[in-house]
């Protein structure tokens, strides 16, 4: 876990403040004891977690797509490519939603003002961390030039 004990108090912030605004639908699924808190939540997404990202075009649709993402400091990341539709769209419009299900026993979605970031920077030595920890063991020493 990557998470201080501040950035701790914030994610247990916005689930509760998220949790209040829920319609009763919403809160009639999600149950005070199926909740995670934000320790349980940020122990859970450890790793790389396939993410559904949707942003919105000119038009105002939305376009979902998955993407790789990672779970630091209680926010997730992830990358995109600068000549790709979604970071035209996110350079554009930062709005942006996210989701992890990774099965029907948890769902984690995110929705907020997309910050973009240069990779490898000054911010991304932890995000670099966790994408090497995740691909060399599957690709071996052509995932390291890619990610140097």
């Known amino acids: 876990m990557h998470e ?7 994610l247990q912030a916005l ?10 639908h919403l809160r009639n699924v999600i149950t005070d004891e199926h909740r995670l808190d934000a320790g349980k939540l940020c ?13 919105v ?8 797509a998955p993407v790789d993402g990672y779970f630091l ?3 997730f990341w992830f990358s995109t490519s600068r000549d790709s539709v979604r970071f035209r769209h996110l350079m554009r419009r930062p709005a942006i939603s996210v989701t992890h299900v990774p099965g029907v026993r948890l769902a984690v979605s995110a929705h907020g003002t997309a910050q973009l970031f240069d990779f490898p920077g000054p911010d991304t030595h932890e ?20 990610l140097d």
């Open 4 to 10: 201080s004990g501040a950035e701790l108090d914030r």
């Open 15 to 24: 689930i509760d403040a998220s949790m209040d605004g829920a319609g009763p």
């Open 43 to 55: 122990a859970e997404l450890s790793g790389m977690r396939w993410l559904s990202a949707a942003t």
């Open 57 to 64: 075009s000119a038009d105002g649709r939305p376009v979902s």
């Open 73 to 75: 400091h209680g926010s």
């Open 127 to 146: 995000l670099r961390q966790a994408m090497l920890d995740h691909y060399l063991p599957l690709q071996g020493p052509a995932c390291q030039a890619w």
